[in-house]
Structure formats: structure tokens, C-alpha cells
């Protein structure tokens, strides 16, 4: 059974610094791509960033220089590095596994 848990989410001033968690269970973390998303409100969920099991990552040209997105394959756990947020990175976001399996979400709500 696989269970993703988000966190690190809050509120943060425009032009400042989070960092998301995503704590995940069971075996198959260090073998499968990871990714963020988020949806904000009264939009669709949309893609933010990916890492694949090899490291290689991609980023929506939206978040593109100022999030980063890792892995720790030891600790099971995916982080999402957001800098210079803005108003309109306010969302909630998730991490997905293996394109498969989704966590709950954490809110992000930036305020200028």
C-alpha cells in the first residue's frame, strides 16, 4: 500500500521562500518519477514539476527558475523548493507517484 502525505504548506508574503514535503510509504518511491501539481481555485489541476527516478527534472515555464524540485530516495521523501513566490502561485498542491498515486494536497496561499 502506498500513501503520500504533503506538507509545509502555509502562508507566505509575496517574494518569499516555502518548502513542501512529500513523505511517501512503502517500496517503490526510489524507482518512480515523481511529481508536484496544483489546483487552485476554480481552476484545473495543472502540472508544476517532476523528478524522475534518475534525477532528471522538468518544470512548467510558469515556476521555472524559482522552484526547485529534489528527491531524497533514503528518506522516501520529495521536497519542492518555491522561491520568489507570487499571488498566483497560490494553490493547493500535491505530489503523485508513479503517475498513480496522489497525496491530499497542502494549501499554499501567497499574499502581496
Known amino acids: 500500500q502506498v500513501q503520500l502525505v504533503e506538507s509545509g504548506g502555509g502562508l507566505v508574503q509575496a517574494g518569499g521562500s516555502l518548502t513542501l514535503s512529500c513523505a511517501a510509504s512503502?517500496?517503490?518511491?526510489?524507482?518512480?518519477?515523481v511529481g508536484w501539481y496544483r489546483q487552485a481555485p476554480g481552476k484545473q489541476r495543472e502540472f508544476v514539476a517532476r523528478?524522475?527516478?534518475?534525477?532528471?527534472?522538468n518544470y512548467a515555464d510558469s515556476v521555472k527558475g524559482r522552484f526547485t524540485i529534489s528527491r531524497d530516495n533514503a528518506k522516501n521523501t520529495a521536497y519542492l523548493q518555491m522561491s520568489t513566490v507570487k499571488p498566483e502561485d497560490t494553490a493547493v498542491y500535491y505530489c503523485?507517484?508513479?503517475?498513480?498515486?496522489w497525496g491530499q494536497g497542502t494549501q499554499v496561499t501567497v499574499s502581496s
Open positions: 503523485r507517484l508513479a503517475r498513480v498515486y
Open positions: 512503502g517500496s517503490i518511491f526510489s524507482t518512480n518519477a
Open positions: 523528478i524522475t527516478e534518475g534525477g532528471i527534472t
